[in-house]
């Protein structure tokens, strides 16, 4: 088989080597439906119900991260659960239904759309890093009101994640003794779930090419940053 080449940004410094397991996830997008409603109270009434739940979902994953990578990097989970109060996020929300007479669920999603698009449309790499955020805040909502689980990513060998993004409770909830480096379609290096990378000393590379996941098994990068040039 033909080796294939593709050249991506990488975060920090790091080599790695090893299988690569392909992930396929929703990156922040979650399939929803519009659909019109006539108990306004009622979707409003889920809203806060999906709210309380993801609470006590952030909570644990704090203290997961607290155990994992310390203190300052858990408080991600926090400012979750701030953006879960988050005024201007949740009038945009209840806004959405009672103009629209829609269901919470598309309300959610056109309000992580317009957050979202607001945040990677700024000139400030921080700014744009938290676009991934409020995608994994919204998508917690979702899955919440869905009844879908959230189950981590199960590996049984040291390996390689590929994915087109990733978000941070999916990256915290990894084994990192068993996880060699990321490679991710999107993203950036001011993410969260960058952040968390570095603190776990695993590599992270963003390549903008699609991958091939019939066609590549096994995975070798070299992530070397541009030393500044002296004065």
Do not use: W
Request: overall charge neutral; glycine content about 6%.
């Amino acid at each position: 088989m033909a080796m294939t080449k593709l050249i991506g940004k990488g975060v920090f410094d790091g080599i790695a080597f090893g299988k690569i397991k392909f992930i396929k996830n929703s990156g922040g997008h979650f399939d929803v439906t519009k659909t019109h409603v006539d108990n306004i109270g009622e979707e409003i009434s889920k809203l806060e119900n999906a709210k309380k739940e993801a609470v006590i979902q952030l909570k644990a994953l704090y203290d997961k991260a607290l155990k994992d990578v310390g203190e300052q990097n858990a408080m991600i989970f926090e400012i979750h659960q701030m953006m879960l109060e988050d005024l201007d996020f949740n009038d945009y929300i209840v806004d959405t239904i009672k103009g629209e007479n829609v269901n919470v669920e598309y309300a959610i999603y056109t309000a992580q759309k317009y957050f979202a698009d607001m945040f990677l449309s700024m000139d400030d790499d921080y700014m744009k890093g938290r676009a991934t955020d409020v995608k994994d805040v919204s998508k917690r909502l979702l899955q919440i009101l869905s009844g879908v689980e959230v189950n981590s990513v199960e590996v049984d060998e040291k390996v390689i994640i590929a994915a087109d993004d990733l978000d941070p409770s999916e990256t915290i909830q990894l084994d990192k003794n068993k996880i060699l480096g990321f490679v991710t379609r999107k993203g950036s290096d001011n993410s969260h779930t960058a952040i968390l990378a570095r603190t776990m000393n695993l590599s992270l590379i963003h390549i903008s090419e699609p991958t091939r996941q019939a066609e590549i098994s096994y995975a070798v990068f070299c992530l070397k940053k541009k030393k500044k040039k002296k004065k």
